[in-house]
Every structure is written in structure tokens, then in C-alpha cells.
């Protein structure tokens, strides 16, 4: 369209939007239609989704954080991966799994020939319960729309759900973790695998055969749905 010198409007919102009627001299008057393409969102809609999280006060986790912690990553990344919510390292820092736990995601992903960049990396919450308690499910509530709206703009091929809590708040259940991994769920569409929070697996390496497992689950996943496309 900007080859043939039409405007094109990014949309804001998942509304189908109308560009505004191109007026030439002599020309015929047109309408376009442009089909919303949030996976190749544009910027401002990221830059306005990240302010909107930096300033929120929807919970009373604002009075005891010292920043938000957004996400970090490829915004058009095939892997979505979602954790609990930020620790200490993570507040003070602003950005997710840089702790202890954190390191051994990285290794996790690596073993699956990922860096840090080729994900999105993100949580439920935004910011720090204090005393990295479990989220209430109040705030859960209040955050949920912001990783809605991260999953919307990113289109994952695959959403790595780490942990018990990530897990049962993404598919609104109260199974055992043991019960979710191990198996593709659906998430509106999006494929979603479970595996064990690296702290746990910190405390008990017998587990890490089983993320293993769900780690490959996952890539055989993305791969499918690559293949698919083709
Ligand atoms: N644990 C999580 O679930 N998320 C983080 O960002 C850090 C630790």
C-alpha cells in the first residue's frame, strides 16, 4: 500500500479499521481496508501498553514495588514463556528470571538452541508480591488483562506456561502441575505447555527429566505448526 502511495493506518484496537478516503488530483476516489496485523504491531501500540503497566495502580502491589517488570524478548517471538511473578532480582532490575531460577530458565532455553532474544519472557503479575508470596487471585485479576494483550500482539506458535501458579491461572484450573504438564492445552487458539518452575527444579533435579520432556513437547509443537503454514 505504501508503494502506491496509500496511507496505511495501524490499528490501535483489534476493530477493523477504514483508512480515510485517498483524494488525488483527478483520481479515483478509494476505501482500503486494512486487516489489523498485530503481529507486526506498531511500536506505539507496545510503547503505549508498556507505560499503561509502568504506571498501574489497579492493586496494591504499586505501593511496594520498586518498578514493573514488563517482559523482555522478540515481540514477534514464536515462544511465549510466562512465570508467576517478578522476585527481588526481578524488581530491582525491571526485567524477568534474572535470579537464580532465572539462570537455569536461560540455561533450559539454550538447551533447546534458544537465547533469551529468540523468546518473550514475561509473568503473570508485573510486579513483586512482597516477600515473593503467591499471587493473590484479586491480583492476578487486575494483571491478567496486560499479558492478555502481550499474547494478542505477539501471536506465540507456543506458550511455555512455567510453573504451578502461571499454569493453573492460564487455564483457570486448580489441578496439580503434575496433572497439566505433559500435554498441548489450548489457550484461545495458542498452544500451551506447562513445565516445572526452575526454582522447583533447583530443590529437585529428579524433576528435570520431565521438563525436559516438556521441553521437547513444545518444540515439537512449534514445529508442527510451522509445518502446518507451509
Ligand atoms: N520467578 C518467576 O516466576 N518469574 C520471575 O520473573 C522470576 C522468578
Known sequence: LEA???D????????????KPIVAAESVTE?????PDLHNASPTIWADLETEVATCTKCTLCQTRTQTVFGTGSKSADWL?????????EDEQGKPF????????????????????????????????PGNRD???????????YLS????????????????????????????????????????????????????????LLEKRKAWQDLQLAVRTVKESKEMEN
Request: aromatic share 4%.
Open 4 to 6: 502506491m502511495g496509500i
Open 8 to 19: 496505511v493506518w495501524m490499528p490501535r484496537t483489534s476493530a477493523p479499521v477504514v483508512s
Open 31 to 35: 476505501h482500503v481496508i486494512c486487516e
Open 81 to 89: 514463556v510466562i512465570g508467576e511473578a517478578p522476585g527481588q532480582n
Open 98 to 129: 534474572v535470579g537464580k531460577a532465572g539462570q537455569l530458565l536461560t540455561e533450559m532455553l539454550r538447551a533447546i538452541g534458544l537465547g533469551r532474544d529468540d523468546v518473550f519472557i514475561t509473568n503473570i503479575l508485573k510486579c513483586r508480591p
Open 135 to 145: 499471587p493473590k487471585p484479586e491480583e492476578a485479576e487486575s494483571c491478567i488483562d
Open 149 to 204: 494483550r502481550q499474547r494478542e500482539l505477539i501471536k506465540p506458535k507456543v506458550i511455555l506456561a512455567v510453573g504451578r501458579i502461571s499454569a493453573q491461572t492460564l487455564l483457570k484450573t486448580d489441578a496439580p502441575i503434575g496433572k497439566l504438564r505433559g500435554k498441548v492445552h489450548d489457550l484461545d487458539g495458542a498452544p500451551l505447555v506447562v513445565v516445572y518452575h526452575p526454582a522447583y527444579l533447583l530443590r529437585s
